[in-house]
């Protein structure tokens, strides 16, 4: 009698912790795979190149329904540890799949032809939330 109890209470605890992170945000972001990319440009790259390439990857998600969260942003860190990046673009994807989706996507293609030739430096990290 005392197994089944605790077999029961086992069951709803499993159940109240899969409702939760049904509707918990930050449970969910457990699933999610992040693709931080950091781009540090040439200086003869001019500010309307520079504008091009913030809206071409800004547009991105609207081209690829994978990329299921997006945000962007320039350095503004005092700390000095930039090491010549100045972009930071934050993309989330429920999949590996999902990101390879992108990788390969002719949007995507497209960034890659206009960044040519204007990048001194770029980092690419991927991770899983953990």
Known sequence: MKQLKLAALL???L???NAC???????????KLRHVVFFGFEETAT?????????KFA???TDIPDIKGFEWGTDCSPEGLQRGH???F?????????????LVHP???????????????????????K
């Open 11 to 13: 069951l709803v605890s």
């Open 15 to 17: 159940f109240v912790v």
């Open 21 to 31: 992170c049904d509707k918990n945000e930050k449970c969910d972001d457990a699933k």
């Open 59 to 61: 547009s991105l998600p």
């Open 90 to 102: 934050f993309l989330t994807f429920d999949s590996e799949a999902g990101r390879d989706v992108y």
């Open 86 to 88: 100045t972009h930071c």
């Open 107 to 129: 949007a995507h293609k497209e960034l890659g032809t206009l960044l040519s030739g204007k990048l001194k430096n770029v980092t690419v990290i991927d991770y899983w939330v």
């Open 47 to 55: 500010p309307e190149e520079v504008a091009e390439i913030e809206a």
